[in-house]
């Protein structure tokens, strides 16, 4: 760990862009969450079913199945219209009720399991005068029905709605609800709050991951990225903590966690120093030092920013990565 002084710049390294996300076709939008591709489409005086059909299909999609309240909140995202409205007709998706059918019998276009819902109340569906056979999603503000926001109401299927939304399931999701997926690094990424190394360690354990190891000035910078606060900080334990652990008390003496090869290397200049004996653990540099007495770099240290640094286990961190293979 290098000792804080004043001087009069500092420089930074460049941060390499994050890897692109998996490609869906023209026009359409991805969602790591859910791994599929979604569309909107509409039509000038609204889209019925048939149309919105026709037209997901000539697109290479199929009107959305939703299996999860995040992927329903994809779908909000990407229908809301910003603005309130006065129609009670909003985003048809592919729920629909066959002939023969319960009153509770929804089934989706696309064939999949339907095995979530989220009707506006516990009398929906309720398929009124008989005709209401399709599923929209209350997308927009509808002063009439506030409390309907995001939820589902069965409706005509030749009714005019706002829009429609196409899905093109990419299969399984490659990570779990709540982490962030990296094509490039196959790996899926979750970070957590206030720990020490042990608890750290712990906690992604449990998620079925281990603390992240890096691999790449492209991984590092991704990392970088993902769990930086954007602002000077003051004291060591804002800087995020990885899955870097000491094994000897030479320089080249470390591991990942997750037992990964060692293969890559960022310490800043004259790091690792085990300072005082106690500096078994790894961070990464994400923000500049510049609050309190903590202003900028020793000369023999001013690239610091982005590069990793030894410190002490035993403090709480802002900030730790966890991280597991992607599906």
Aim: proline share 6%.
């Amino acid at each position: 760990m290098f000792r804080l002084l004043l001087v009069s710049q500092l420089v930074a390294i460049s941060v390499t862009k994050c890897p692109p996300r998996p490609l869906c076709p023209s026009g359409w939008s991805y969602s790591a969450e859910v791994n599929s591709c979604f569309k909107i489409v509409s039509k000038d005086g609204g889209i019925d079913s048939d149309s919105a059909t026709a037209l997901c299909k000539e697109a290479g999609g199929q009107l959305a199945s939703i299996h999860s309240a995040e992927e329903n909140n994809v779908i909000i995202d990407l229908a809301n219209t910003g603005r309130n409205v006065t129609t009670g007709y909003h985003t048809l998706v592919g729920g629909v009720r066959k002939a023969g059918a319960s009153l509770k019998e929804f089934t989706w276009t696309d064939g999949s399991p339907y095995d979530f819902q989220f009707w506006h109340s516990p009398q929906q569906p309720d398929n009124r005068a008989g005709i209401q056979n399709c599923l929209q999603i209350y997308t927009s503000n509808q002063a009439a029905y506030p409390s309907a926001f995001t939820r589902w109401d069965d409706a005509e299927c030749n009714a005019k709605f706002i829009n429609a939304v196409c899905k093109i399931s990419l299969g399984q999701a490659p990570c779990p609800v709540g982490w962030t997926y990296q094509q490039a690094f196959k790996s899926c990424y979750k970070s957590i709050d206030s720990v020490t190394f042990v608890e750290a360690n712990a906690q992604c354990k449990g998620m079925g991951s281990q603390l992240a190891s890096v691999h790449s000035n492209e991984e590092n910078a991704f990392i970088i990225e993902f769990t930086k606060l954007g602002r000077n900080i003051s004291d060591y334990e804002a800087q995020p903590l990885l899955g870097g652990m000491r094994t000897g008390t030479g320089a080249k003496d470390w591991t990942w966690t997750d037992g990964t090869p060692f293969d890559y290397l960022n310490w800043v200049d004259g790091e690792p120093n085990n300072a005082g004996g106690k500096e078994s653990c790894l961070q990464v540099y994400t923000d500049r030092w510049g609050l309190g007495p903590f202003r900028a770099a020793p000369p023999g240290a001013l690239n610091y920013l982005n590069r990793w640094n030894d410190y002490p286990c035993d403090v709480k961190y802002r900030i730790a990565l966890c991280k597991q293979p992607a599906k």
